[in-house]
């Protein structure tokens, strides 16, 4: 049962996959490594967004399931069929989300945000005291691929995600995560199994981000443990899903557009002071955009409905 | 002696709070299609009772049985799935919807659970039944207070619970809106639903409800129809203290 505009949201939908798809074949080599970054924070930050979107936990825990995925693919690339990797990866991904999920969606508020931000320093952590025991320094991930496939791939893994989302949107798994971050006491006086809920949709968004890991390891060529955990990719998917607002399924990549961009000017011209101004910019986007882009946009159609109405 | 099972019994069910006592020991039985009044001064340990019920609190002791399981130890969600629904003291709704969505969460998620169409069905009729259909896609924040009243009670009733209960449904209402609110209850009555009322309004205890149980400090301190105690002298003294008795 699908309604007129659903039909025409999965067209338009569709049509710019393709655009984006047809980006190689236009663009020059820097227009493709933009894109590739646009592509993956798209995925990081939709993926986020499905589940702290609609439960409000904030999660920096991105960096722990990416990480996760390039060591899956830095590990295992010599062994196993590059393509067993990402879906490997996002199996991996979903496992942990699940073990943290138990263990931790119990807790609500700023314990949660936090044990999700030690989450990925650990693992950082272990990965490093593991490497220092086997002697090893980082792993090089030598494979054919180009910017090309990492792009397509990523671009796939974004469709599925888009996917994935509008489905749950139109679950009673969607249904049951609105009603929770309206009020999760309701929710349980309802019957709604609220943790299974939320294990669920962190599993969803942790398989995502391993994925995106996975694909992602061969550009980076040598992965080390401070580059594949580092928390800055966990600050930068939230300020992004932010910025672009979490209410929609299309909010984070109007957010992931214009940020990217901002970011590549300031890394190129203030190389030094890059997590000072991205303190900058969160601080900015929590004071003059709190619901970010699709907030504002929900304002400005509601404005100019009142006007009509007293018109 | 009731010839039919109790739909819902408390036996020795205990609430404590570190040293207080918010209900010591207290027994009832509500039977199917009986309204039961709970009533009591400030404090008596009311809500309490009803959070032990409904599962957002757990008895320190004692059991509370659904048709003879207990049902004590459970979380509030599958005390909920299993046909126990409730309404809030301080109403809740969810802020971000429609009315109409408010009430499907009760018709999706609840003891009997439906979806799609149905559900959409079904929590259009409920919104019918406490008359607000007309009003089924504004948003709840444009809601008047006893609106948002009916919008949690239709929520409840669209999970089509066993026992029903509502805490202080009542309180708060102006008087126009006090007939309509017993009148509403009422009508719930006649269908034959098995309700619970925590209520400081007399007028509705008197006229809707079969038996009470009154408490005061955490016990139960008398049980009977609505005139039977309240014209008791423990419940006068617990109400008014010892000189009015």
Known sequence: MMTTTEYRNLAIGAALFILAACLPFVGGAYLLTIGVTIAMYTVLATSWALFSGPTHYISLATAAFFGLGTYTTGLG??????????????????????????????????????????????????????????????????????????????????????????????????????????????????????????????????????????????????????????????????????????????????????????????????????????????????????????????????????????? | MRADAPVLSLRGATKRFGGLVAVNEIDFDVAEHEVMGLIGPNGSGKSTTLNLISGALKPTSGTISLRGTPIGHLSAQEIARRGISRTFQLVRLLPSMTVLDNVRAGAVFGHRRRWGAEADAHAMKMLELVGLARRAHAHVGQLTYIDTKRVELARTLASDPKVLLLDEWLAGLNPTELTEGIALIRRLREEGRTIILVEHVMDAIRSLCDRCVVMSSGT???????????????VIRAYLGDDDA
Request: with cysteine; net charge neutral.
């Open chain 2, 220 to 234: 139960k301190i008398a049980e009977g129809t609505p005139t039977e105690v309240l014209s008791d002298p423990e």
């Open chain 1, 77 to 311: 690339f010599e062994h196993l069929d590059y393509w067993l990797l990402v879906p490997l990866a996002a199996i991996l991904g979903a496992a942990l989300a699940a073990i943290v999920g138990v263990a931790t969606l119990r807790l609500s508020g700023v314990y949660f945000v936090i044990f999700t931000l030690g989450l990925a320093e650990l693992i950082r952590q272990l990965v490093t005291w593991g490497q220092n025991v086997s002697g090893q320094k980082g792993l090089y991930v030598l494979t054919d691929l180009t910017e090309v496939h990492i792009y397509w791939q990523l671009l796939v893994l974004a469709a599925l995600v888009y996917l994935t989302g509008w489905l749950i949107g139109r679950s009673r798994l969607g249904f049951a995560l609105r009603i929770i971050g309206d009020d999760e006491e309701v929710a349980r006086h309802s019957g709604i199994n609220t943790a299974r809920a939320k294990v669920l949709l962190f599993m969803v968004s942790g398989a995502a981000a391993a994925a995106t890991g996975a694909i992602l390891a061969p550009r980076y060529i040598y992965i080390e443990p401070a580059l594949a955990f580092t928390p800055m990719l966990s600050f930068q998917v939230v300020i992004m899903a932010l910025l672009g607002g979490t209410g929609r399924l299309w909010g984070p990549v109007v957010g992931v557009i214009p940020f990217t961009f901002l970011w590549e000017a300031i890394s190129a011209s203030f190389p030094n002071q890059t997590t000072l101004l991205l303190g900058l910019c969160f601080l900015a986007i929590v004071f003059i955009l709190p619901k970010g882009f699709v907030g504002l946009l929900t304002t400005i159609r509601t404005r100019m409905n009142a006007r009509e109405a007293f018109s």
